[in-house]
């Protein structure tokens, strides 16, 4: 799922840097005309992601290395690519605030949602024993703090339905700025995305159990650290 995060190939803050101008300027038109060409190009991002899932989906004993004893692994997979997919249809109305240097906001929601549904996540585990369950209360806690997102932005925001083009300027920039992330992502999914998919074809899903258990921990003192760091630097 790492690496089919690839299809978004970085046009997200490629478009966030056009949106810098027109909200300085209180330019809603020009806003509204980005945002329309943002929400077409993640549709189709999201379209993507889950059709490539579906086609990945017969040949996952191969990823996951020797044979499939766990009965829901299919289940899993399939509820972590909606969520996947899922997230692209209403984040970009994060990228307006974003661009608006409003990332508190996000920030705000995304805790509050994140608590709420982790306590709902423990007593499911507590009481069923579901993995499935808490899979699907997982991916619904990021499309629940999508749709609050977006409900504030609509109603922030006076922005309008669009049915006119970007500029040739405007799209030369987007292109160029486009492909600059691009070899960022690719390279970042390279070093990052891979290393569970070799050692699950080599070494088997459960050893992957057991390596993301330490990563927990490194991760969660670079989470921590990032927000020390991130604080005092410009955005």
């Given at each position: 799922?790492?690496?089919?995060?690839?299809?978004?190939?970085?046009?997200?803050?490629?478009?966030?840097?056009?949106?810098?101008?027109?909200?300085?300027?209180?330019?809603?038109?020009?806003?509204?005309?980005?945002?329309?060409?943002?929400?077409?190009?993640?549709?189709?991002?999201?379209?993507?992601i889950f059709t490539l899932g579906i086609c990945i989906l017969p040949f996952l004993r191969f990823f996951i290395g020797k044979s499939i004893s766990y009965p829901h692994v299919y289940w899993l997979f399939i509820i972590y690519l909606l969520g996947s997919a899922s997230s692209y249809?209403?984040?970009?109305?994060?990228?307006?605030?974003?661009?608006?240097?409003?990332?508190?906001?996000?920030?705000?929601?995304?805790?509050?949602?994140?608590?709420?549904?982790?306590?709902?996540?423990?007593?499911?585990?507590?009481?069923?024993?579901?993995?499935?369950?808490?899979?699907?209360?997982?991916?619904?806690t990021g499309f629940v703090t999508n749709i609050l997102v977006s409900i504030y932005v609509r109603a922030k925001y006076p922005l309008k339905k669009s049915t006119g083009k970007l500029s040739r300027a405007d799209k030369h920039l987007l292109i160029q700025n486009v492909i600059g992330n691009m070899f960022m992502r690719v390279s970042g999914v390279v070093v990052t995305g891979t290393d569970n998919i070799l050692l699950s074809i080599f070494a088997g899903v459960v050893k992957v159990g057991l390596y993301a258990n330490y990563v927990t921990i490194t991760t969660a003192i670079q989470k921590f650290m990032y927000q020390i760091i991130g604080a005092v630097t410009g955005s």
């Open positions: 799922l790492s690496v089919l995060s690839l299809a978004d190939l970085g046009i997200g803050t490629a478009i966030v840097f056009l949106m810098y101008k027109p909200l300085a300027d209180h330019d809603y038109d020009k806003v509204s005309l980005i945002m329309h060409y943002y929400r077409k190009i993640y549709q189709a991002i999201a379209l993507v249809l209403f984040s970009y109305n994060q990228s307006l605030l974003y661009a608006n240097q409003q990332n508190r906001i996000v920030s705000w929601i995304n805790l509050l949602v994140t608590y709420i549904m982790l306590s709902i996540q423990i007593y499911t585990v507590i009481l069923f024993h579901n993995p499935l369950l808490y899979a699907a209360l997982f991916v619904f």
